[in-house]
Every structure is written in C-alpha cells, then in structure tokens.
C-alpha cells in the first residue's frame, strides 16, 4: 500500500520532471533520498505499521456493512465450556484504533466456526511457551479439504515486531499442496471471548487471504494488547485466569459449475421440408421428422394431423423441438405449404418453449377444413408439405 503510494509519487515526479526537462539528476537524486527515508522510517515504525495502513487505506476504503455471512458449523464446533462472569463491567475495547473496510475489528455472539482453544491459565500459557519458541501451536483441524493449525503468540514482541500485542496465525499443512501445487484462497477471522459481555471479539479481513506452497501461514502480528489479558476487568480473562480463542476459515473453492449463455443468429441451414405421404391414412396422435440440423443444433418437425388439446378435431397443431431436448428462446418460422400456388401459410414463434409441448409452435396452426379443402392446396396427391426456417435461438453451453 505504502509501496505503491511512494511508486506513484516517484512516477508523477518523473513525468513533472520530464516536462520541465531539467535538473534531472539533482530531482532524482532528491526522489531516491526521500524514499529511502520514508522506507527507513516504515521499518521503524512497524509496530504501529498496521495501525497506519489502516489510517492510509481508511479515505479510500469502502464501509463495512454488518452480517457478515459465515459458514456455521453449529454442532460440529467443541465446546470451549466456560462460566459467564458478570462481575466486571464491561470495559469496551479501545476504539482509537483507525479501521478501514478491509480490516474489521467488532464482537459478535456466534463462536468460531473453524476451531476454538480454551487455556486454563493464560498466564501459565505464556511462561510454557518460552520453552518453544515463544508459541503454541494447535492440533490439526480440517476446513475445506486441507488440515490446519492455529498458532498464537502470547508474550511481548513475539513474533519480532508484534510490540505489546498477542499475535496470531493459521498455517496450512503443506502436504495436499506438495503433491498437488496450488493456490487456496480463505477468508480468516481471529477470536477471543469477552466474557463481561458474553460475547466474542474477533479481527476479520474481509479479503481472503491466498496461501501456497510458499505462503503456507498467514496471520494478524497486532491481535489484540496482551495488557487485556492481565485485567480481569477486561473480561478477556475470566474465572481464575481463564482465556479463549478461535479461529474462522472459509476455503473459497474456484468454481466447478459454470455455462456460457449466448444467441446465435446466423443459422446455418435455415430452411428444413418434410414431406407427409398418404395423409389421409395416418392415424397416430403425432408424427415426427427425421432429426435435420439448423445452426448446429439437431430439431425434429412434430405434427398432430388431428391437432393436440384445444385443437383436436379442428385444427392441424404443429411444433419444431429440439432433438436434444435444449429449451432455450427460439426465433423460427412454420409453414404449410400451398403445393397449388407456391405459396403457403406462416406462423412465427419467439420465445420459450411452450408448456403442452417442449418445444416452439402452435397447437392451432391451421384448421382441418382448409387441410381437407382440395382448392386451398395444401393436400396434393395426398401429401402434405411442412416448413421451418429458423431465424435465431439462444444456446447454453458448458462442460
Ligand atoms: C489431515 O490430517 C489427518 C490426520 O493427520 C489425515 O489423516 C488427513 O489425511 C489429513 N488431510 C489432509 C487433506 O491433509
Ligand atoms: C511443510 O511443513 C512442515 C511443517 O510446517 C515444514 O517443516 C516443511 O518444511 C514444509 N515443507 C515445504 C516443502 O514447505
Ligand atoms: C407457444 O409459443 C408461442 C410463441 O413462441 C405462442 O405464440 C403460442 O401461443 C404458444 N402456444 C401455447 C399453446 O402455449
Ligand atoms: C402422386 O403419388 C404417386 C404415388 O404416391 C406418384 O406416383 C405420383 O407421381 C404422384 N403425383 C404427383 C403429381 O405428385
């Protein structure tokens, strides 16, 4: 963040510099010094780096809305079994801390989801821990498919630069990622239990965080004061020197479900014929064509000579499915020719499919009578003749 700011400012003063074409060696000389003091002092001022971050990021960052929505594994959570003590009153958190919109600090009532420590003594904790590094580590827990562990650091400047806070961490177990490199994204939220309010006070990064063979644990240096932790009267140790933490962690799988939704308009093969012999004898319900392809989809014609639903007895009914069973928006024309004049009649369906039949077309096409009208045309040698041209339709493909 810092970095980049600095990268914009020495650009912006190089272009400046450009325009006014000289001094150049003296304006990069005086650009460099500056961002070696300005490094110099970021390094210093670690401790409180994350606190300025924040103030950075505060005027560009987004508010934070509430209910954030978590995976709840109620049930499968082990209790962290402790009393309530209302004897202190509720010291709220000090707020001074500057939060921005990638980085929340708040108390709820829902515990940890992923996984959750209570140590009888945190005072104890902290001098056990001198043995080992000035850590402890979890067992390993599973969320989403890997193994992890949680780490927290309880004394004073440990890890180097954490100053007075509780530091805290989660590690992924490197072997799934050995034998299968790759990136896994979580979003992590460090708790611990405030026990004056009864509920959990936990520091969440709204972005998740990717880890990797190389990135394989990622944490918060600036938790919380570990100063909390010795003032009962803060509520973060409670009935004789109690305290809890835990730890949220949400595996963001990429997706494995996906289509890709488009129209295509420039039909290949538009126009199909099918020609129905010896009419007058065909006496099944519907008759259907042979598949034909139109714009690289198979369909099939479907014609009721006694006409389906409303129309039986009246009226021929007619529609153009898809021989695959596809049910998208279809543009397309039916006909029944006039075998007499060359000409014939047209209905256009748009739309989805209908709900009788799926597929595109009208169960009243066109009436009996016209059919059985030798002058009309459209029975000859007792054929009928059956069109459609298909104008357009929507395909969804996916794997
Ligand atoms: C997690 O740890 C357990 C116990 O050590 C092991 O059996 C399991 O295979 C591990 N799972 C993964 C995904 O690494
Ligand atoms: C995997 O994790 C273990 C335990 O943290 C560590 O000792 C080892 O160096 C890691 N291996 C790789 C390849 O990162
Ligand atoms: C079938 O769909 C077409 C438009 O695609 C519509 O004009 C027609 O009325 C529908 N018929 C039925 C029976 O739903
Ligand atoms: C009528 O059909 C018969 C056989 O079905 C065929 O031999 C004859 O050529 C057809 N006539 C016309 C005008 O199509």
Same mark, same amino acid.
């Given at each position: 963040m810092?970095?980049?700011?600095?990268?914009?400012?020495?650009e912006k003063?190089?272009?400046?510099?450009?325009?006014?074409?000289?001094?150049y060696?003296?304006?990069?000389?005086?650009?460099?010094?500056?961002?070696?003091?300005?490094?110099?002092?970021?390094?210093?001022?670690?401790?409180?780096y994350?606190?300025l971050?924040?103030?950075?990021?505060?005027?560009e960052?987004?508010?934070?809305?509430?209910?954030?929505?978590?995976?709840?594994?109620?049930?499968?959570?082990?209790p962290?079994?402790?009393?309530?003590?209302?004897s202190a009153?509720?010291?709220p958190?000090?707020n001074?801390?500057?939060?921005s919109?990638?980085?929340?600090?708040?108390?709820?009532?829902?515990?940890?989801s992923?996984?959750?420590v209570?140590?009888?003594?945190?005072?104890?904790l902290?001098?056990?821990?001198?043995?080992n590094?000035?850590?402890?580590?979890?067992?390993?827990?599973?969320?989403g498919?890997?193994?992890w562990t949680?780490?927290?650091?309880?004394?004073?400047?440990?890890?180097?630069?954490?100053?007075?806070?509780?530091?805290?961490?989660?590690?992924?177990?490197?072997?799934?990622?050995?034998a299968?490199?790759?990136d896994?994204?979580?979003?992590?939220?460090?708790?611990t239990?405030k026990?004056?309010?009864?509920?959990?006070?936990f520091?969440?990064?709204?972005?998740a965080?990717r880890?990797?063979?190389?990135?394989?644990? &990622? =944490?918060?240096?600036? *938790? %919380?004061?570990?100063?909390?932790y010795? #003032?009962?009267?803060? !509520? /973060?140790?409670?009935?004789?020197?109690?305290?809890?933490?835990g730890?949220?962690i949400l595996?963001s799988?990429p997706?494995?479900?996906?289509?890709?939704?488009?129209y295509?308009?420039?039909?290949?093969?538009?126009v199909?014929n099918?020609?129905?012999?010896k009419f007058s004898?065909?006496?099944?319900?519907?008759?259907?064509?042979?598949?034909?392809s139109?714009?690289?989809?198979?369909?099939?014609?479907?014609?009721?000579?006694n006409?389906?639903?409303?129309?039986?007895?009246?009226?021929?009914?007619?529609?153009?499915?898809?021989?695959s069973?596809?049910?998208?928006?279809?543009k397309?024309?039916?006909?029944?020719?006039?075998q007499?004049?060359?000409?014939?009649?047209?209905?256009?369906?748009?739309?989805?499919?209908?709900?009788?039949?799926?597929? &595109? =077309?009208?169960e009243? *096409? %066109?009436?009996?009578?016209?059919?059985? #009208?030798?002058?009309? !045309? /459209?029975l000859?040698?007792?054929?009928?003749?059956?069109?459609?041209?298909?104008?357009?339709?929507?395909?969804?493909?996916?794997l």
């Open positions: 810092l970095h980049t700011i600095l990268k914009k400012k020495k003063m190089f272009t400046e510099e450009k325009k006014k074409n000289k001094n060696g003296s304006i990069f000389i005086y650009c460099f010094f500056c961002f070696v003091f300005v490094v110099e002092v970021a390094r210093f001022a670690k401790p409180y994350k606190n971050e924040n103030l950075v990021e505060e005027t960052a987004l508010v934070v809305e509430e209910g954030f929505v978590g995976l709840e594994k109620s049930g499968i959570l082990p962290c079994p402790f009393k309530r003590s209302r009153l509720s010291v958190v000090r001074h801390q500057k939060l919109g990638a980085i929340r600090r708040e108390d709820r009532t829902r515990p940890p992923s996984y959750c209570k140590f009888t003594s945190f005072a104890t902290q001098q056990l821990v001198k043995g590094g000035d850590k402890w580590e979890s067992r390993p827990f599973s969320v498919g890997y193994n949680l780490i927290i650091y309880p004394n004073e400047n440990k890890p180097q630069g954490s100053g007075g806070y509780v530091s805290m961490y989660v590690r992924i177990d490197n072997s799934t990622l050995i299968n490199p790759r896994v994204y979580a979003e992590i939220t460090f708790l239990y026990s004056t309010i009864d509920k959990y006070h520091l969440q990064e709204t972005d965080q880890f990797h063979l190389f990135k394989q644990q &990622w =944490g918060q240096l600036n *938790f %919380l004061e570990i100063g909390y010795r #003032d009962p009267g803060q !509520g /973060f140790i409670f009935d004789g020197g109690q305290s809890v933490f730890v949220d595996v799988n997706f494995e479900n996906w289509e890709v939704f488009s295509e308009e420039n039909i290949l093969d538009p199909f099918w020609k129905l012999t004898t065909r006496d099944l319900d519907s008759y259907s064509s042979d598949p034909f139109s714009g690289g989809r198979n369909w099939v014609l479907k014609v009721y000579p006409g389906v639903g409303p129309a039986t007895g009246n009226s021929l009914s007619l529609f153009l499915l898809s021989a069973n596809e049910n998208g928006y279809v397309a024309k039916l006909r029944v020719l006039d007499i004049r060359s000409t014939h009649v047209e209905k256009q369906v748009e739309g989805w499919p209908n709900a009788t039949e799926r597929g &595109w =077309g009208f009243k *096409f %066109l009436p009996l009578a016209d059919i059985k #009208d030798a002058s009309k !045309g /459209f000859v040698n007792d054929t009928l003749k059956v069109e459609v041209e298909i104008l357009s339709f929507s395909k969804s493909d996916s």
